[in-house]
């Protein structure tokens, strides 16, 4: 019954190492979303997807892939892991238009050692 | 430029007090979205509201109740006999004509029993 269901909840890693989030939506939405979330509670897009294209690409490190096999799931990829990527990502979808807002998923905490 | 100032970064009432919550926001569109989202402490971020430019009429959902004010550029989000459980981080967002949504950097609310 989730909406917007994102795997693992909790993430614990080493620096350096390569990690990958997983968001799933059964809402029959077009568009999602990466979003994170720092330690001051700020949320900063990161990309965006719709219907499986990049629409926005936010000034991310390229260490951040995201990857869309279709529009109901958006992965993040994240490779060679630094102490500042820790944070909590959320995943989110909508209609194209967002005018109904956007639904979020529960968020990864990722903490890196 | 776009922008949305939730200039509380955190109030503390007693529980059943009333309480308002500030938003104000900038854009040169003509039409635009307004949104409240909750952060409770478990994490996740919940939709509350929306609210399109052409719309004024103040909203009442229960206890809580939304002051559209275009000539102030204003958003407000009052909460009625406030509750614990109420206690979460509470963000204001707009959506510009991208349909990209522009973060409020959000009010902690504490309600103490």
């Known amino acids: 019954d989730t909406a917007v269901s994102q795997t693992p909840k909790y993430l614990v890693t080493q620096m350096g190492n390569d990690k990958s989030i997983k968001c799933e939506q059964n809402?029959?939405?077009?568009?999602m979303y990466w979003y994170k979330q720092d330690s001051k509670k700020f949320l900063k897009i990161m990309f965006s997807?719709?219907?499986?294209?990049?629409?926005i690409n936010e000034t991310v490190p390229n260490r951040f892939s995201p990857k869309s096999p279709d529009k109901a799931h958006l992965n993040l990829h994240i490779n060679s892991l630094e102490l500042g990527d820790s944070a909590v990502y959320f995943c989110?979808?909508?209609?194209?238009?967002?005018?109904?807002?956007?639904?979020f998923g529960s968020g990864t905490r990722l903490t890196v050692v | 430029a776009q922008k949305v100032t939730q200039a509380q970064t955190e109030i503390s009432v007693v529980e059943k007090e009333d309480v308002t919550l500030d938003c104000v926001y900038e854009t040169r569109d003509t039409t635009y979205y307004l949104f409240w989202y909750k952060q409770p402490p478990s994490g996740e971020l919940v939709f509350l509201i929306r609210?399109?430019?052409?719309d004024e009429q103040n909203e009442i959902s229960g206890r809580y109740s939304w002051n559209f004010q275009k000539s102030t550029s204003s958003f407000n989000f009052t909460i009625t006999a406030s509750q614990v459980v109420d206690s979460a981080v509470y963000f204001c967002?707009?959506?510009?004509?991208?349909?990209?949504?522009?973060w409020g950097a959000g009010t902690k609310l504490i309600i103490k029993p």
């Open positions: 989110a979808s909508s209609l194209r238009t967002g005018r109904n807002g956007y639904t």
């Open positions: 967002a707009l959506m510009d004509s991208n349909y990209q949504l522009i």
């Open positions: 609210r399109n430019s052409f």
């Open positions: 997807y719709n219907n499986k294209e990049l629409i």
């Open positions: 809402l029959g939405h077009d568009t």
